[in-house]
């Protein structure tokens, strides 16, 4: 397993150790041990699996509010996404800022976003399936979100026309955005 730091401090990508042959492939998305070794010690306690069946769908800016924050760990079974995170923590060097990668089937890749960051995805092909371990349950009543087009933030979105729910058209920005984060560097 080889895993990245990125320009956000505490967000990783990382590439699984991946063993193939004629009749496909295997890879231990999650492994405890082997992901604590190197410095992710998190306990995930949820798994979530949406399916996509447009492209150009974009779900976020999600987080969750403290004490029911949750750092998440994303990758994609079929298709591929545009993922984005955006650091949310009040005094933080990098507040405000984002960071984009292609997640995809065939690259494998896997994204850990901290708590204290907002996490959104695009859609790029049709009857993508992403995947995703959080270590703090769903909790409805600190379910959050910033718009996906804040202009303040300035994310270089697939697309400009996304397919959107209702409750993620309906997003602040993150000047009005509720956020109890603390950056403690």
């Known amino acids: 397993m080889n895993v990245l730091d990125t320009h956000l401090p505490g967000v990783k990508l990382i590439e699984p150790a991946v063993f193939g042959d004629h009749r496909g492939f295997f ?3 999650y492994n405890h041990k082997t992901f604590a070794e190197q410095g992710v010690n998190n306990t995930f306690v949820q798994d979530n699996h949406s399916l996509s069946a447009e492209a150009c769908v ?3 800016m999600h987080y969750q509010l403290e004490p029911k924050a949750q750092t998440k760990l994303v990758r994609v079974a079929a298709g591929a ?3 984005v995170v ?3 923590r009040q005094g933080s060097p990098t ?3 984002w960071q984009g990668f292609i997640l995809s089937a065939a690259n494998k890749r ?3 976003v901290p708590k204290g960051f907002a996490h959104g995805f695009c859609t790029i092909v049709p009857n993508t399936e992403v995947l995703y ?3 703090e349950l769903y909790s409805p009543e600190h379910d959050r979100g910033i718009a996906w087009d804040d202009p303040a933030l300035g994310i270089d979105w697939p697309t400009l026309k996304p397919v959107l729910s209702d409750k993620d058209a309906k997003h602040p ?3 009005d955005a509720e956020a109890n984060f603390t950056y403690e560097g």
């Open 110 to 112: 896997q994204l850990l």
């Open 81 to 83: 996404i545009y993922d």
């Open 86 to 88: 955006v650091d949310i």
């Open 27 to 29: 890879l231990e998305s």
């Open 95 to 97: 507040y405000g800022q």
């Open 173 to 175: 920005r993150l000047a």
């Open 58 to 60: 974009l779900r976020g």
């Open 133 to 135: 371990k959080v270590d």
